[in-house]
């Protein structure tokens, strides 16, 4: 598994972009020679007890490729998450809102939704962080439909890192509000007598969360891409072109279900470790019963 995604990265490099060779070449020379006083002497030692090299985990270092591809791809997805929300907000109205702010209050309201559902009311104090995975992963995965550009998503460096924001953000909501022992013992789960299996079994669910969440998100945005490119191939020509149109469609349907994923599990996250204040809560006792009201501010 790992040679087949390090084969994959390597074959990304070498069709690398433009705009990723022009980064390199003004910048690479200092990555490079960062590289090599700093990670370089770590991943030589750590790797040669494995009976490995970087080179051959990595691929070669040069300064044409100190700097990868879906690196700067990645960059540029935050780069445009920001100039697309600036364009499309225009000039805020409540009497006449413009088509671009109505696509985002559409999108706002539909997260919003979602974490209301999931969460609870109050977690909409989530909602800047949710946002921000929604939009940065759906600009990441439609990236690829333009020259220039790479799904910095098809690449596993950068989805396995989305996971791993995911997992921090929730056991960090977790810790925060109910403590770390608190946090822990609802891995046992409420039966004393088989707390100890629950809890190792919890704890195994959890600690691959980040790389199941990087794996799905980049499986399908690889597996989408090379089946266009295996298509695309099998007729030259006009075909090779015209392919890939008819087949958009389902590209496009992939790159907003794949958003969807990641945010929905990351909300179910989220709505296992946090639970609403208690002053959230009015108790009714008349009849011997306690109502939960949700207050909503």
Not at 114 to 120: A, Q, V
Not at 174 to 189: D, Q, R, T
Not at 240 to 266: D, E, G, K, N
């Amino acid at each position: 598994m790992f040679l087949f995604l390090q084969e994959q990265v390597q074959e990304h490099a070498e069709e690398a972009p433009i705009l990723v060779k022009l980064v390199n070449q003004y910048f690479g020379e200092y990555a490079y020679n960062f590289e090599m006083k700093y990670t370089y002497p770590f991943w030589q030692k750590l790797l040669a007890k494995f009976g490995s090299t970087p080179e051959a985990a990595f691929g070669p270092y040069t300064p044409e490729n100190a700097i990868p591809w879906y690196t700067v791809m990645f960059i540029m997805a935050c780069i445009i998450s920001v100039v697309l929300i600036w364009m499309m907000k225009g000039k805020l109205s409540e009497e006449d809102p413009g088509h671009g702010q109505q696509t985002l209050e559409v999108g706002v309201l539909a997260i919003r939704s979602m974490i209301e559902d999931i969460i609870g009311p109050h977690g909409l104090q989530y909602f800047p962080v949710v946002m921000t995975f929604a939009v940065l992963i759906l600009v990441s995965n439609l990236m690829g439909f333009f020259p220039l550009f790479m799904s910095p998503t098809s690449a596993t460096s950068v989805t396995f890192a989305l996971g791993l924001s995911s997992f921090l953000y929730y056991n960090y909501i977790g810790i925060k509000e109910n403590g770390v022992f608190g946090h822990l013992k609802h891995f046992a789960g409420p039966i004393w007598w088989i707390a100890p299996l629950i809890f190792s079994i919890e704890l195994i669910s959890n600690l691959i969360r980040p790389f199941t969440l990087g794996i799905r998100l980049f499986a399908n945005m690889f597996a989408d891409e090379k089946v266009l490119d295996t298509i695309a191939h099998l007729a030259p020509g006009i075909t090779y072109w015209l392919v890939p149109v008819v087949l958009m469609p389902l590209s496009l349907f992939v790159a907003f279900i794949q958003t969807f994923v990641f945010v929905l599990l990351s909300q179910l996250y989220i709505s296992e470790v946090s639970h609403p204040p208690h002053d959230s809560h009015e108790h009714v006792e008349d009849d011997g019963m306690e109502i939960v009201a949700p207050v909503l501010t």
